[in-house]
């Protein structure tokens, strides 16, 4: 099978992101390409969707001028993959407490934007994640802090908060996945079976 995965390219680890999704394609014997979204059209083609890290309140603002928000909010609507990351995470979710992000709404959680980096900048972990059997290399860069969940699955916490959680097609962490070589966090959230495919 072939899949078209589209990486929202408006700023953030977005080669990263894109090898990593292409590592896990490999590993299952699938073909994937890869298609950078800066601008509406790009999304409706692609079977599995990656929002980056950056700044939630920069990455929001373009989503909606260039009129992707609603294709992404389509794209999670029809069952279809999305692996938010860090500011993904704040762009996905219902309410991020802050004036100037405007949210898409698909991850039924709220956030405290910047609230790990207010403590210490940024950290690695090992984190037990649900659905992972060793301990995944967590880089937390500025992270946000998931304060309320809604229906969603909580699949890692740190300190005591939700750093990866899974709502329907969405998976979301708190952390950079894309930033180590380790490609499982992408592979939870793409698993070839999940993708809508004809
Ligand atoms: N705290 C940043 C924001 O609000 C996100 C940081 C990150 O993506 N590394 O957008």
């Given at each position: 099978?072939?899949?078209t995965?589209g990486v929202v390219a408006v700023q953030?680890?977005v ?20 298609r950078e979204v800066r601008e509406s059209g790009v999304v409706p083609d692609c079977?599995?969707l990656?929002m ?6 920069t990455i929001?603002r373009l989503l909606q001028r260039e009129g992707i928000a609603p294709e992404v909010?389509d794209h ?123």
């Open positions: 099978m072939s899949f995965a953030g680890d080669s990263e992101h894109a090898a990593a999704i292409e590592r896990v394609a490999r590993a299952h014997g699938e073909e994937v390409t890869v079977d599995w990656s980056p890290g950056g700044e939630s309140t929001s909010r999670v609507a029809a069952g279809k993959p999305l692996l938010a990351t860090c500011a993904g995470l704040i762009v996905a979710s219902r309410d991020a407490n802050d004036d100037r992000v405007e949210e898409l709404g698909v991850l039924d959680v709220t956030v405290d934007r910047n609230a790990f980096g207010r403590q210490v900048d940024s950290f690695e972990a090992p984190l037990d994640v649900t659905g992972l059997d060793e301990p995944f290399p967590a880089v937390f860069i500025r992270a946000p802090v998931v304060e309320e969940v809604g229906d969603v699955e909580v699949l890692a916490e740190w300190d005591g908060r939700p750093v990866a959680v899974r709502d329907g097609p969405v998976l979301a962490t708190a952390f950079h996945p894309e930033l180590t070589d380790d490609v499982r966090i992408h592979e939870l959230a793409f698993s070839p079976e999940r993708a809508v495919v004809e």
